[in-house]
């Protein structure tokens, strides 16, 4: 039997008179004819969302007309994805030539605590903008107020504060589970629920955490920009001209594509009943919300932005200016 114990600094795990130090992660093994193919694909994708994240980020650092608390949560989601990406992909694309890749038992958890992590704070940041939306359209004459400098970091700083307890709760609940002599990890990272899986000992503290603070933390930012789009709508609809009314719905639709692509997969693997349980449903849904959602989201925003395009625009003319006056004799 394996005994978890998250505050202990041995990074071995033991059973009896064996040391057990690791686990192995058998969400994408692929035959050799596959794996060139799968490789690049993958680091592809890695790429072009660390570059569009890093571009976003860049542009409204960059662009004065940019710096609102619209875009200001907007550079924050981009910083939260581009976190959120490394803490699976690197490692995965490291395991995908292995025949048996593994994970640490120190390794593991790190991965736990910073995927929860990054996990929570995405759906915060995505009602932190709903609300900017809210305000913008619903109380324009209040925005300045109601999304002072002062009430935005608030509003940032706050969600990685629960982030981070919520994920700390979670690896303490994990540490007083006796987990049994199963070291394969149906998945391609360290996540709570195959863990939990693997418990010989009683998990209904841990299976009602993740039902109620997991939750919680889901549904409540999600109910969140439900209503608050809800409301926006009821405004717009009063709204008599239908160039305003476009235009009205055109800066949300952005938001809304993003947020029904990450929670679509997140109720996939998180939230469907037991019996619907399937691995490789897991393992797809899996890929949409740690690979394709912050991939996607440069685009989503960018795309259909006026403001995003042209400082985009900016910051590539500033980029080619200083590279030319780099290569002048």
Do not use: W
């Given at each position: 039997?394996?005994?978890?114990?998250?505050?202990?600094?041995?990074?071995?795990?033991h059973q009896g008179n064996q040391s057990i130090s690791k686990f192995f992660l058998l969400g994408l093994t692929v035959g050799s004819e596959q794996q060139k193919l799968i490789f690049m694909l993958f680091l592809c994708m890695y790429l072009v969302t660390?570059?569009?994240?890093?571009?976003?980020?860049l542009a409204i650092i960059n662009d004065a007309h940019l710096h609102s608390p619209m875009y200001f949560f907007l550079a924050n989601l981009s910083f939260n994805d581009i976190c959120f990406t490394t803490t699976t992909i690197p490692k995965m694309l490291a395991d995908i030539p292995s025949q048996?890749?593994?994970?640490?038992?120190?390794?593991?958890?790190?991965?736990?605590?910073?995927?929860?992590?990054?996990?929570?704070?995405?759906?915060?940041?995505?009602?932190?903008?709903?609300?900017?939306?809210?305000?913008?359209?619903?109380h324009p004459l209040h925005y300045a107020a109601l999304l002072s400098p002062k009430r935005c970091a608030l509003l940032v700083v706050t969600p990685w504060v629960i982030s981070n307890l919520v994920s700390i709760l979670h690896l303490s609940l994990l540490s007083l589970l006796t987990i049994c002599d199963q070291r394969k990890i149906p998945?391609?990272?360290?996540?709570?629920?195959p863990i939990v899986r693997f418990a010989c000992s009683d998990t209904q503290i841990n299976d009602l955490t993740i039902l109620v603070v997991g939750g919680a933390v889901i549904f409540?930012?999600?109910?969140?920009?439900?209503?608050?789009y809800a409301i926006i709508c009821c405004t717009v609809l009063g709204v008599t001209s239908a160039k305003g009314k476009w235009r009205t719905f055109s800066t949300c639709g952005s938001h809304l594509s993003a947020v029904a692509l990450f929670y679509g997969s997140i109720v996939g693997v998180y939230f469907l009943p037991s019996s619907a349980y399937s691995a490789e449903r897991d393992k797809v849904a899996a890929i949409i919300y740690t690979i394709v959602t912050p991939m996607m989201n440069p685009f989503i925003y960018s795309l259909?932005?006026?403001?995003?395009?042209?400082?985009l625009r900016r910051l590539f003319s500033k980029k080619t200016f200083f590279w030319r006056w780099l290569a002048l004799p």
């Open positions: 039997m394996l005994n978890f114990s998250l505050f202990r600094h041995s990074r071995t795990m660390m570059v569009g994240n890093l571009l976003i980020i048996r890749p593994t994970i640490s038992f120190a390794g593991c958890l790190t991965q736990m605590y910073f995927f929860m992590l990054l996990v929570d704070l995405d759906n915060f940041l995505l009602a932190a903008m709903a609300y900017d939306r809210y305000v913008a359209i619903c998945h391609f990272f360290c996540d709570l629920e409540i930012p999600f109910t969140f920009i439900i209503v608050s259909r932005n006026k403001d995003m395009k042209g400082a």
